[in-house]
């Protein structure tokens, strides 16, 4: 089937709104794929794509319409990134990590509304959401999302250590970023961290910091195998006061949070596993054209209809069509109203659906390496930055095997895994 946009590969039942947004995504393909591989060459952002987003209005794309943004959902964003991602996964990545700080702006406003909050709290807790909200909408900032650190944990995905003390009017921050996108390119970014005197996830809390603040500092760059242009390199945190009015640091807001999502964490994750996906169907695509358009020199007869090119296009083609499943029945599960099952059933689906779609993408990836043959290795073709891209997913987040076990925990045990921990003092 011909799709007249990229994303109705992933939803082939776009409403008429959702269209209209895709169309605008749809619109600055070219010009991520014109420096995709100068982005991928050089390791770094490629800074007139941050205009680029902005002038297409879609760094509020999944913000309300009151908030001067585009008003989508989850599926917006899914689409959005699965066309991106067939162009630059490295900047849909960047874009999704700018998309996915919306989340704590609206789920505070939905935990408002739930009653999760005492009145004392609502003014502190409204005021924050919409700061994120007129940040991405009427501001059009791109923001960077830093929650990952380079301490780890046994029995969680992030271990937050950077700690937060309360000051004069504000708190300072101390810590490490290892990971968030943007790096260097994002107006302000937003900083999970621990509040002091707190062990527990009921102390966490988050802080808006201006990229050029008084103690921020660029993490080095690393030379990384694929996403290579998403400036996700992290930031050093020493003595960085944050103003109360850039603070969400209630104890017991981050959890409150986290409740009222859906999906799992905050939301949004299943648009980073779109981005897979994109990439896969873009090497897929590239290597089919590829072997189509040449031929035997004996027979005349295109390459891909030989027994051995029809035997990995068929593969290819169950294992793309397996990832879009899994993605789509995820977004559902998220997005569907009325809601078709419970929270639990929501993450242990994501759980395996994380894995199943990386894994299936980077099969895909395998695939069309092996039909484009030594001609598809050189580093700057599309199959081997699309195979290179991929990879970082089978370790991004939670890798397929950890994310099996947890899955199975929660089906034994019912028990659901913790997302958060924090350093002890």
Known sequence: MTHTLTAEY????????????????????????????????????????????????????????????LGGGLRDLAAATFAMGTACPSTALAYFFHCSTSSRGLLALEAIAEGRFSAEEIPIVHRFAENVLN???????????????TAKSSQSAVFIATE?????????????????????????????????????????AM??????AAGVRERPTWDALGMRGSASHGIILENVFVPDEDALALPGAFVKLMQTSRGSL??????????YLGAAKAAFDFALDSTTRMRFQDTGRPIATSPFHQELIGKAAVA?????????????????????ADKDEVVQHWRLAKGVI????????????????????????????????????????????????????????????????????
């Open 10 to 69: 992933l939803f082939d039942d776009l409403s008429l709104a959702e269209r209209e947004r895709a169309a605008r995504v749809e619109a600055i393909l070219p010009a991520l794929r014109a420096h995709a591989e100068e982005v991928d060459a050089s390791g770094q952002f490629y800074a007139p794509h941050r205009q680029t987003l902005a002038d297409a209005g879609l760094l509020g794309l999944v913000i309300p319409e009151a908030y001067g943004g």
């Open 207 to 212: 802080f808006f910091v201006p990229r050029d």
């Open 164 to 204: 937060a003390e309360r000051a004069d009017g504000g708190w300072v921050l101390n810590g490490v970023k290892s990971f968030g996108c943007n790096t260097g390119v994002a107006d302000a970014y937003l900083v999970a961290a621990k509040l002091k005197g707190y062990d527990t996830a009921e102390g966490l």
């Open 135 to 149: 940040r991405m909408g009427r501001q059009r900032q791109l923001l960077g999302n830093f929650a990952s650190e």
């Open 266 to 275: 905050m939301g949004n994750q299943p648009a980073i596993a779109a981005i």
């Open 320 to 340: 793309l069509e397996t990832a879009r499943l899994w993605l789509r029945r995820q977004v559902e599960l998220e997005t569907c109203e009325p809601p078709i």
């Open 358 to 425: 990386s894994e299936n993408a980077f099969l895909v990836a395998q695939l069309a390496l092996k039909m484009t043959g030594t001609s598809g290795t050189a580093n700057r073709g599309v199959v081997a930055r699309m195979f290179r891209d991929i990879a970082m997913s089978l370790v991004m987040a939670f890798p397929a095997e950890r994310g099996r076990l947890e899955a199975a925990k929660m089906i034994t045990d019912g028990a659901e895994t913790r997302t958060f921990t924090v350093k002890a003092d």
